[in-house]
């Protein structure tokens, strides 16, 4: 019998992908963002420098996609970036042939630079102008003691960078694995690849429920849906707290929310972080005692959970 075409040749038939929403489905964060002259996350696990990122239902035909990751350079920045940290990646990738592959369109005719850890082990491939291609790079026997640690751990990241003409780019089904030959894209489903994205970042629109604890502090029990990488710094989708509800007295005065009971950080650096009691602090004054729910409800605006490398 003759193997499907589609079916890897080599290693397991599951979890060969070593980067996390290749596929570009998962955008908890949701619209375009725009990145600065730092790292800025956009859509899940995926960071920018410059540009503005959104999601696109723009995808290479007969390949099983449904979204890529839309980079709107507008014509006026030189500095195109954009990345994937690998948690744990000098551990997993030393010593092995490492494939790197995905499915990119551009704006005009360019040069991607394709790199692993910075300058370690890096190829450049030729993109025509509005044309879904395919490439594939392998970088054999990886050396990560070479690697320079910028990400505060053992994490190794895939880079993409443009020389000399700096376009808008689409790009999909980026798979990063080891061996020396590129298999076909690992689909997983979206259910799979939302959960692998919330160990490192949320998006809840309630926060949760507690008690007043005095006049000006609510105690809400926080339980979150994955297991985070560690304590996660909680902060709202439009920067401040004018949007968020706290029932039962329906008023809008809330300044402050911050995780004050059961977060201990050298728990959570070797078990993650499931569950949490949160302090709210208040303008307003409340009777203790009081039931509470602490939630957004105008604005579209959300709570970001963030533990991201």
Avoid at 266 to 275: D, F, K, M
Avoid at 293 to 301: A, E, F, S
Wanted: hydrophobic content about 30%; some cysteine; charged content about 15%.
């Amino acid at each position: 019998r003759q193997l499907a075409a589609n079916l890897p040749r080599e290693g397991g038939l599951s979890n060969r992908n070593l980067l996390i929403n290749g596929d570009m489905q998962i955008h908890q964060r949701t619209g375009t963002i725009t990145a600065g002259a730092s790292n800025t996350y956009t859509l899940d696990r995926w960071i920018a420098r410059e540009g503005v990122v959104s999601q696109s239902t723009d995808v290479p035909t007969g390949k099983g996609f449904k979204n890529s990751l839309f980079y709107d350079n507008g014509g006026v920045r030189s500095s195109l970036n954009f990345r994937q940290v690998i948690e744990d990646g000098f551990t997993s990738l030393d010593g092995q042939d490492v494939t790197i592959s995905f499915c990119i369109k551009t704006s005009m005719t360019a040069n991607i630079w394709v790199d692993l850890h910075d300058t370690h082990t890096s190829s450049t491939f030729n993109c025509p102008a509005n044309t879904w291609v395919y490439h594939t790079y392998t970088a054999s026997n990886v050396d990560t003691s070479a690697f320079t640690n910028y990400w505060g751990g053992p994490h190794a990241h895939l880079d993409f960078n443009f020389s000399g003409a700096y376009p808008d780019v689409y790009i999909t089904g980026v798979q990063l694995e080891v061996g020396d030959t590129a298999t076909p894209f690992e689909h997983r489903s979206f259910g799979d690849q939302l959960s692998r994205c919330q160990r490192y970042f949320q998006t809840h629109y309630t926060l949760g429920s507690g008690t007043v604890n005095s006049s000006n502090n609510l105690f809400v029990y926080v339980s979150l849906p994955v297991t985070m990488r560690v304590t996660p710094t909680i902060s709202t989708k439009s920067g401040s707290y004018g949007n968020i509800n706290a029932e039962r007295s329906d008023t809008y005065d809330i300044t402050n929310v911050h995780i004050s009971h059961g977060a201990n950080e050298a728990e959570t650096e070797l078990h993650g972080c499931s569950s949490f009691t949160s302090t709210v602090v208040t303008s307003g004054a409340r009777t203790a005692g009081e039931g509470v729910t602490v939630m957004h409800d105008k604005g579209n605006d959300a709570f970001y959970f963030d533990a991201e490398l």
